[in-house]
């Protein structure tokens, strides 16, 4: 049987930080009300000459030296985004050229914070069907372009980030189940109003930043958490307590925990990082994988049950072994 494994993860988050005394600065909110509400202490924010196929680049230049891997053994690029550096080409073409990588198929998949999952699901079906070897999967943002920082509800939330994982066909387990969703019909509860075909201005109206019905989401993220993990492990006839570490999207401390408790996940097999990162969309859970692999805590053979929800409303997770 052959399976995807994961041979090499990494991450990278843009030097500058802002923290929540920064925000104080900058709109009428509090470091209190944030933490209250978010968890969240602090988020990066991409430097004017970064970029999402920039920071992509970096976290898949760690991920490709963990896993011993070079550019021209890449049979599969793919970028999970919904923040591109253009319309076209997509950022994995970007990433691939940056690489040194040629004739690879490389594409961006856009499933806004579930896209690093839907990523993994498609590089785990390309393996394992004898599409190649070796594939990276990238989650990458730069949130901080669509984010509209005179609206306190949403600016407060979100960072930029990104994390990669490189795959390989093997005969020792890897991802041992993937399954991905999607529901357009909450299309208005989190989006940007404008986009390319509804009309797309440079100068960045409020049209083109994020907006978001934010309680709404919260009760939807919460039981859809819970269902999709359920999903996932009963499909391999497993239980929670087979998983050593719960890899959720890092959204809000709050819907993380609430997921947690739901799913009688202890917390200290939750990996979270919101604190440190915030929001940053489809690097969310590959950032937090390769803090937790790199501090020592997740180790080879753990098993990893990750999961995402985003707009759409998009989500899925993932079931694998380290
Ligand atoms: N600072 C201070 N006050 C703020 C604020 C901020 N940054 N943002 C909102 N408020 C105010 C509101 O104006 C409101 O004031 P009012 O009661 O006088 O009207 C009050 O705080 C409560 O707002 P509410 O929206 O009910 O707060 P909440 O407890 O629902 O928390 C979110 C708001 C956004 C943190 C929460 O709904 C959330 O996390 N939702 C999910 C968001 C998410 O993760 N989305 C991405 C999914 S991938």
Redesign the pocket.
Same mark, same amino acid.
């Given at each position: 049987m052959t399976y995807a494994r994961i041979a090499g993860i990494g991450s990278y988050l843009p030097e500058k930080v802002l923290s929540n005394a920064d925000l104080e600065e900058m709109m009428? =909110?509090?470091d209190e009300?944030?933490r209250e509400? =978010?968890g969240i202490k602090r988020r990066h924010i991409a430097a004017d000459d970064e970029t999402t196929a920039s920071i992509a680049l970096n976290a898949a230049q760690r991920a490709m030296e963990m896993a011993g891997v070079t550019a021209d053994e890449l049979d599969l690029i793919v970028v999970g985004t919904c923040t591109p550096d253009k319309v076209i080409p997509a950022a994995a073409c970007i990433v691939q050229r940056r690489l040194g990588s040629v004739g690879c198929p490389a594409v961006d998949i856009n499933a #806004?914070?579930s896209g690093f999952i839907y990523g993994l699901d498609y590089a785990n079906r390309y393996l394992r069907t004898g599409g190649g070897k070796t594939a990276l999967v990238i989650g990458a943002e730069t949130l901080s372009r669509i984010t509209n920082w005179d609206d306190? =509800?949403t600016a /407060? @939330?979100f960072g930029d980030g990104a994390g990669a994982a490189v795959l390989q066909a093997s005969d020792k387990p890897g991802i041992l189940a993937t399954h991905i969703h999607s529901n357009g019909e909450y299309e208005d509860l @989190?989006q940007t109003r404008n986009g390319v075909s509804l009309g797309f201005d440079a100068s960045c109206t409020p049209g083109a930043y994020i907006e978001?019905n934010? $309680?709404a /989401? &919260?009760k939807r #993220?919460v039981a859809t958490f819970d269902s999709m993990a359920r999903e996932t492990v009963a499909d391999l006839d497993g239980h929670l307590e087979d998983i050593d570490w719960f890899i959720p999207?890092q #959204? $809000?401390m709050?819907?993380i925990t609430a997921a947690a408790k739901k799913l009688g996940m202890p917390m200290e097999r939750v990996i979270a990082t919101v604190d440190e990162h915030a $929001?940053t969309s489809a690097a969310s859970i590959p950032l937090a994988m390769d803090l937790a692999v790199r501090e020592g805590r997740i180790k080879r053979g753990d098993k990893i049950l990750m999961a995402a &929800?985003? #707009?759409g409303f998009t989500w899925g997770s993932a079931m694998l072994e380290f």
């Open positions: 009428d =909110t509090s009300w944030i509400r =978010t #806004a914070c306190r =509800t /407060v @939330l @989190l978001m934010g $309680n /989401v &919260f #993220a999207h #959204a $809000n709050r819907i $929001n &929800f985003g #707009a």
